[in-house]
């Protein structure tokens, strides 16, 4: 599988401030220890499988043999008569995919060659930087949404809000009423004085009060109409009708 990230291992380490004037003994691994386990823990594993670093011969693990792994990266040792750099170029010549290749250095060498293959060279800085940023956008918490108030759901309020409505509290189911998202009026109708209608009310209004008034009852005195209208039905006068009641 190539490798599609190539890093300049002395090269991060200054960048990321891990370098020392002198290495007492053992310092140089630790360090190198250190650069790997940070940018290790910003990748995920598929990244990390696709990650090499280069470091120079110089101070190499004891059980080094030229190439070890740390978190699934690939970490390569230049031998004692090259340079990482040399290796790197060697590495840039003989990927199959360079377009895709990434090399991370400060060093122009580096970019030229780079450059040369159509990769991408990115300073060691810029790579930190990234990597940072990363962290800072892991462990940053996300802002809470913000709560507004919300509005009065009293049933003082509820009442208020279908007497402006002109709507008939029976009618509503109370507990599934939604009040509007604004504050209600502040001036309240007196309690002894009733909610005037509007005259040019819906059309379900009024067809509704016109078929309240249809259904009225026939009053009493009208009784004495129908009689003489289902008399008169079968041919009989009111009061043989009568009779026979």
Known sequence: MPRDLVIDGYNL???AGFARRRYGPGDLERARHKVLSLIAEQMSDEQRRRTTFVFDAKDPPPDASGH???AEMLVLYAHEDEEADDLIERLIDAHSAPRQLI????DHRLHKSAR?????ALDSDAFLDECARRVYARRTPRAEPEIKPGCDTSPAAIEEWL??????PHDVDVD???LPAVAPPTRRPAASQPVQKRKNG?????????????STPPQVEDVAFWEARIADLFRRS????GDER
Do not use: M, N, Y
């Open 13 to 15: 380490l200054h960048a």
């Open 68 to 70: 070890g792994a740390h």
């Open 103 to 106: 090399v991370v250095s400060s």
């Open 116 to 120: 040369r293959r159509k990769s991408v």
């Open 163 to 168: 007497a402006v409505f002109d709507i008939d």
């Open 176 to 178: 599934e009423f939604t």
């Open 202 to 214: 819906p059309k379900s209004s009024r067809r509704r009060a016109a078929g309240k008034r249809k």
């Open 238 to 241: 009111p009061e043989e009708f």
